[in-house]
């Protein structure tokens, strides 16, 4: 069995080959990885494991191997599975927190536009009771101008009988004398 780096390409004792896909392919898909937040990505530890395997110098060397290098390439790649299992299960958690922070977020939303709402409703109906008592005062106000306009007429009527009555009360006096005058 034999590996060349260059070419991608594994080729077994039966003489079939298989075309590997390069682990740095998905890096090449994705150049600008998404930020995830306050927690870091790997371990100082992790990333120095994950990255001997792409630059470990047997991998570049054409031959065969013995089966200690297969053994260590089997240890090395499986503590690698390891550290991406555990960062994907972290990666997980990652998500289902943000999945449960936007769903509290939405509920927040959800009742800040229903109280909004609740708002806008007690805006109308107060703007509504403003203009209803300012109609009211303004009717109450020409209310009191007619009002007014009754009790200076009442004013005016009272004056003109009590000066009506003076005058009847010397017509009452003249008559009175007339009869004195005539009684004499």
Not at 67 to 84: A, H, T, V
Not at 95 to 121: K, M, N
Request: net charge negative; proline share 4%.
């Amino acid at each position: 069995m034999s590996i060349r780096r260059s070419t991608q390409i594994l080729s077994t004792r039966a003489g079939s080959s298989r075309q590997l896909r390069p682990l740095s392919a998905q890096a090449d898909q994705d150049p600008q990885p998404r930020p995830l937040g306050k927690r870091p990505r790997l371990d100082s530890k992790d990333r120095v494991l994950l990255a001997s395997g792409s630059q470990d110098p047997e991998v570049k060397e054409e031959g065969p191997h013995d089966l200690g290098w297969w053994e260590n390439s089997y240890k090395r790649l499986s503590m690698q599975l390891d550290i991406l299992i555990r960062e994907n299960i972290r990666l997980k958690a990652n998500a289902t927190d943000t999945d449960r922070t936007v769903i509290g977020l939405q509920g927040a939303v959800a009742q800040l536009e229903l109280e909004a709402e609740e708002f806008h409703s007690e805006k109308e109906q107060l703007l509504q009771w403003n203009q209803d008592l300012e109609d009211e005062v303004e009717k109450l106000t020409d209310e009191e101008r007619r009002l007014l306009k009754v009790l200076e007429t009442q004013k005016h009527e009272i004056t003109t009988l009590k000066d009506d009555d003076e005058r009847m009360h010397d017509i009452m006096a003249d008559l009175r004398a007339d009869v004195a005058s005539l009684r004499s």
